[in-house]
C-alpha cells in the first residue's frame, strides 16, 4: 500500500513562507508523479504545482507562480512544496498525491493515495 505521509502547515502571517512537505512510507516516492493540490473552504481542489520522476515541474495556478515552488528529496524519500509571499487567499487544505500516469496532470482523478492533508492559514 502506497502511503504519503504530510508534515508542515500552520497559520502564517500574509508575506511570510511555509514548507510542506509530502514523505513516502514504504516505497520510493522518485518513481512516482507527485502532485500537490488545495481546497479552499467552500470551494473543490485544485492543482497548484506538480513535479514528474525526472525532475520536471508543472505550475498550475496562476496565483502561485512565483511564489510557490515544488521540490523532490531522493534521499529523504519527499517532495516539497515551499510556499513564499502567502497571500490570505493561499488559505486552505493542501494534499499531496501520487499520479497514476507518468505524465503530471491537474485532474484530481488521475491521482490516488492521497496523503491525509495539512491545514494552511494565512491571515494577521
Known amino acids: 500500500q502506497l502511503q504519503l505521509v504530510q508534515s508542515g502547515g500552520g497559520l502564517v502571517q500574509p508575506g511570510g513562507s511555509l514548507r510542506l512537505s509530502c514523505a513516502a512510507s514504504?516505497?520510493?516516492?522518485?518513481?512516482?508523479?507527485v502532485g500537490w493540490f488545495r481546497q479552499a473552504p467552500g470551494k473543490e481542489r485544485e492543482a497548484v504545482l506538480c513535479?514528474?520522476?525526472?525532475?520536471?515541474?508543472?505550475n498550475y495556478a496562476d496565483s502561485v507562480r512565483g511564489r510557490f515552488s515544488i521540490s523532490r528529496d531522493n534521499t529523504e524519500n519527499a517532495v516539497y512544496l515551499q510556499m513564499d509571499s502567502l497571500k490570505p487567499e493561499d488559505t486552505g487544505i493542501y494534499y499531496c498525491?501520487?499520479?497514476?500516469?507518468?505524465?503530471?496532470?491537474?485532474?484530481?482523478?488521475?491521482?490516488?493515495?492521497w496523503g491525509q492533508g495539512t491545514q494552511v492559514t494565512v491571515s494577521s
Open positions: 498525491a501520487i499520479g497514476t500516469n507518468y505524465y503530471c496532470s491537474n485532474y484530481v482523478t488521475d491521482f490516488r493515495s
Open positions: 514504504g516505497f520510493i516516492l522518485n518513481y512516482y508523479v
Open positions: 513535479i514528474n520522476n525526472s525532475g520536471g515541474m508543472t
